[in-house]
């Protein structure tokens, strides 16, 4: 079952799956959407009634008009379909929506799974920031010269789960026709609009807070998780050998596991 929310004027689809007693809330990564969690959700379906939010853009949800913020967009989403006590998982840029959710909403939560969060604030100005921003730069030159299937192809390369080349031709048209959010979405996980990381703020998270990272991932990712479990007391870091950034996608089993 699906149904649709009005936030700030944004069209946000929220599908249902499952019959348990547990309320869930699952929010996939950009250029994704809730079928990407499906096999992930199914896990829990007897055990809890998960709802699974499309992002603006993306899936069953309206279009995103490219200037609100749209990690607040979502978060305020989840925050919306949420019961008290429930067990919160978001994926890559969706991670970073649930984190926001949970420190604005704590009375909300009871469980917070994170998949690798992109959420670069805390360790920019730092060398492996640097580094990362460097491996970053073909992708932001094909954009600004409006090549987003090249674009589409690096940045698949570098966050993706599977080679561009065995991707469908129909998916890759997909991911060329929205690249643009990765570089529209970025002031949300870079200037932290939502001041998830201002001071206090993570440290009064009172619930159950895993932090997961697949060790084929990009090389950023383990210091954006290390710094993120660092700020949250009693947070439980857990790395996946073979498993890269599409892990809830490629791995659901071995996450769903992690998150129980």
């Given amino acids: 079952m699906t149904d649709h929310l009005t936030i700030r004027g944004h069209d946000i689809a929220v599908t249902t799956l ?9 929010i996939h990564c950009s250029l994704g959407n809730h079928r990407s969690l499906a096999r992930l959700a199914k896990a829990f379906a007897n055990t809890h009634r998960i709802r699974l939010i499309d992002m603006p853009g993306h899936g069953n949800s309206g279009p995103w008009d490219g200037e609100a913020d749209i990690q607040g967009l979502v ?11 429930s067990h919160v998982f978001g994926h890559s840029f969706g ?4 984190l926001r959710m949970a420190v604005d909403h704590p009375e909300l ?4 799974a994170l998949y690798e969060p992109v959420y670069f604030t805390p360790i920019i100005g730092t060398p492996a920031y640097d580094a990362y921003l460097a491996r970053f730069a073909p992708f932001v030159a094909e954009m600004e010269a409006g090549r987003h299937d090249s674009a589409a192809e690096i940045f698949n390369g570098m966050w993706g789960g599977t080679a561009w080349d065995v991707l469908p031709a129909f998916v890759r048209r997909d991911m060329a026709a929205r690249i643009w959010f990765i570089m529209a979405s970025e002031r949300a996980f870079e200037g932290d609009v939502g001041g998830v990381f201002a001071p206090g703020r993570l440290e009064r998270l009172i619930c159950d807070v895993t932090l997961m990272l697949g060790h084929q991932t990009e090389p950023v ?40």
């Fill in 18 to 26: 499952g019959d348990g007693p547990l309320p869930m809330v699952m």
């Fill in 75 to 85: 978060s305020d989403a989840a925050a919306e379909v949420a019961e008290p006590g």
């Fill in 95 to 98: 991670a970073t929506a649930a």
């Fill in 109 to 112: 939560v009871s469980r917070l």
């Fill in 221 to 260: 990712m383990p210091h954006v998780m290390q710094a993120i479990h660092d700020r949250i007391p009693g947070s439980r870091l857990v790395r996946f050998e073979e498993v890269g950034h599409m892990g809830p996608l490629t791995h659901p089993g071995l996450v769903a596991r992690t998150m129980l």
